[in-house]
């Protein structure tokens, strides 16, 4: 039998705790519950201020300030440093290493920000992820993102906005339940814009589709 495993995984980008209270919280439960938390360089920072302890920082220690790096080092908290030149992102590393250790679910932080070519390599990373089975998620102050290729069951508020961006040039089969604006067996196409801004009608909503890749954005703005 599979034992789920949570995984936390903090990087560098926008984090924005101390902006409203209900995300600090969240933030906190997230880590508070994890099986496994990640800092991905930077994040370390990130990590600091939350007053949890990584179990783990990866990446090329590039970016990291000085005095974190001596703060995690002097609580112990294990260090795998890569090159600086290496072909793959501290996120994508961090990734991996969540997937060697067993992860199930993964959710990544602080992985949004002001870098657009990180924050959608990064969101481009949940792709692999949904093809071998693994939950995964970016959560942000306002946003929620995953990628579908099944169907996914989402939680939110009456009101709450929904977007659909197909990542495949079709996405065959979509259904849609408890939005407002519902879909039966419907094809969406990339580069089209009707799967943008629908919202919840109820509590609940479901996603469904046969074929393709989907993006799924719950944003609370």
């Given at each position: 039998?599979?034992?789920?495993?949570?995984?936390?995984?903090?990087?560098?980008?926008?984090?924005?705790t101390a902006r409203t209270r209900s995300w600090s919280r969240q933030i906190q439960t997230l880590l508070k519950t994890a099986d496994l938390i990640i800092a991905a360089d930077s994040g370390a920072g990130h990590m600091k201020k939350t007053g949890y302890l990584p179990h783990?920082?990866?990446?090329?220690?590039?970016?990291?300030?000085?005095?974190?790096?001596?703060f995690f080092r002097k609580n112990r908290v294990p260090i795998q440093s890569h090159p600086s030149?290496?072909?793959?992102?501290?996120?994508?590393?961090c990734v991996d290493y969540a997937r060697a250790q067993g992860a199930t679910h993964i959710t990544m932080l602080a992985a949004t920000?002001?870098?657009?070519?990180?924050?959608?390599?990064?969101?481009?990373?949940?792709?692999?992820?949904?093809?071998?089975?693994?939950s995964a998620r970016i959560m942000d102050e306002k946003n929620e993102i995953c990628v579908v290729k099944n169907r996914v069951d989402l939680t939110g508020t009456p009101g709450d906005l929904v977007s659909l961006i197909p990542l495949t040039?079709?996405?065959?089969?979509?259904?849609?339940k408890g939005l407002s604006y519902p879909l039966e067996n419907q094809t969406l196409v990339?580069?089209?814009t009707l799967g943008i801004s629908n919202f919840f009608s109820a509590s609940c909503a479901q996603i469904f589709i046969r074929s393709g890749t989907l993006l799924v954005v719950r944003s609370m703005d």
């Open positions: 039998m599979n034992t789920a495993m949570n995984c936390i995984i903090i990087a560098g980008g926008r984090l924005d783990v920082i990866v990446g090329d220690l590039d970016s990291i300030a000085p005095d974190t790096l001596a030149r290496k072909s793959k992102t501290d996120m994508a590393l920000g002001t870098r657009l070519d990180h924050t959608l390599a990064n969101i481009l990373l949940l792709m692999p992820l949904a093809d071998a089975g693994i040039p079709t996405v065959q089969g979509v259904t849609l990339m580069g089209n």
